[in-house]
């Protein structure tokens, strides 16, 4: 740090150093340069949690002069942990240091999320802990968006295929586990090509974003609704039997059927419904649930047909 001079101020260094006093000057202004220039906030906390000294990017970062952060203690900015554990946390620092990510709460209130890199040394007798704070709130959010990008349908912000493969196949995983029942529902809009033909390709997509809308509303918190591929849809759904998703899909149905559409032109979906057997492959259940939904085309659309596993009981 310099004062208003511009001149460098010792007052860190003496204060906060873990550097014996018989260093040399340059050493010194080496160390205050590796202090306050940092692209990391770094703060020096003591055993109890106070700060011993940080530098300007620390207090920058929460929102405080150092001479503020100076009379802080630890969970006066950590907002992700308790202080209890924030003290067992201190007493656990090695000298190897820890590396984990938490939330810091500024002066205003506002959050972020911080990575912390920690490690301890021993200054007159006394423990001290160093922690650099790097501010990663953009990295997470680019990290979020990825994601989302990879799990998501672009058009109507649903599950896309992959995502609702990895999920099905963890979701018969478990249900195979704990001997719990699963179904699944396809669904497809009835003679959609039509409406991209008398509405255009834009209209198309209102209807399937607000299919998707009505879906989502209508389903359970638990249950997951993707969107298979053009005006094809599944949904997931987890601790219900083959009767339970036929109830289900119906519900689905009546909700498309009734709801007006903007276009002013009806619109109703077919559903097939399918219950995980014991035997079943992912292939397999989809397959069935595939081929409910072609009886349920075949039989005048707009209705709900399921497909037993073999040797299961109909519904």
């Not at 423990?127 to 109507?156: G, H, P, V, W």
């Not at 196949?169 to 179904?183: I, N, S, V």
């Amino acid at each position: 740090m310099n004062d208003k001079h511009g001149t460098p101020d010792t007052a860190l260094l003496d204060a906060g150093s873990s550097m014996p006093a018989d260093r040399s000057d340059d050493e010194a202004a080496l160390w205050r340069i590796f202090f306050e220039q940092n692209r990391d906030g770094i703060v020096m906390l003591r055993e109890d949690g106070s700060v011993y000294c940080a530098n300007n990017r620390f207090a920058s970062m929460l929102g405080y002069t150092t001479e503020e952060v100076e009379r802080l203690y630890l969970w006066e900015w950590d907002c992700q942990y308790e202080r209890s554990v924030l003290m067992e946390m201190l007493k656990s620092v090695k000298p190897c240091g820890d590396f984990f990510e938490t939330r810091h709460r500024r002066k205003d209130g506002s959050e972020f999320t911080v990575e912390v890199t920690t490690n301890a040394a021993y200054y007159h007798g006394a423990k001290l802990i160093f922690c650099n704070c790097r501010d990663i709130t953009e990295r997470k959010r680019d990290q979020e968006r990825i994601k989302r990008l990879a799990t998501t349908d672009a058009l109507t912000g649903i599950a896309n295929r992959g995502e609702f493969s990895r999920r099905l196949a963890a979701e018969m995983q478990r249900a195979r586990r704990f001997g719990r029942p699963m179904a699944v529902v396809m669904y497809d809009l009835d003679h959609f090509k039509r409406v991209n033909d008398t509405y255009g390709h834009q209209v198309g997509d209102e209807v399937l974003k607000v299919t998707a809308s009505l879906i989502n509303a209508t389903i359970r918190q638990v249950d997951i609704h993707a969107r298979w591929g053009g005006e094809e849809f599944m949904v997931l759904l987890p601790e219900a039997d083959l009767a339970e998703g036929l109830a289900s899909a119906e519900r689905l149905r009546e909700a498309i059927e009734k709801h007006r559409f903007d276009h002013r032109g009806p619109v109703t979906a077919s559903f097939g419904v399918a219950a995980l057997g014991p035997r079943d492959t992912i292939g397999a259940l989809l397959k069935r649930a595939d081929d409910a939904l072609y009886q349920a085309k075949h039989a005048g659309r707009n209705r709900v047909e399921a497909m037993p596993a073999r040797n299961a009981p109909a519904p």
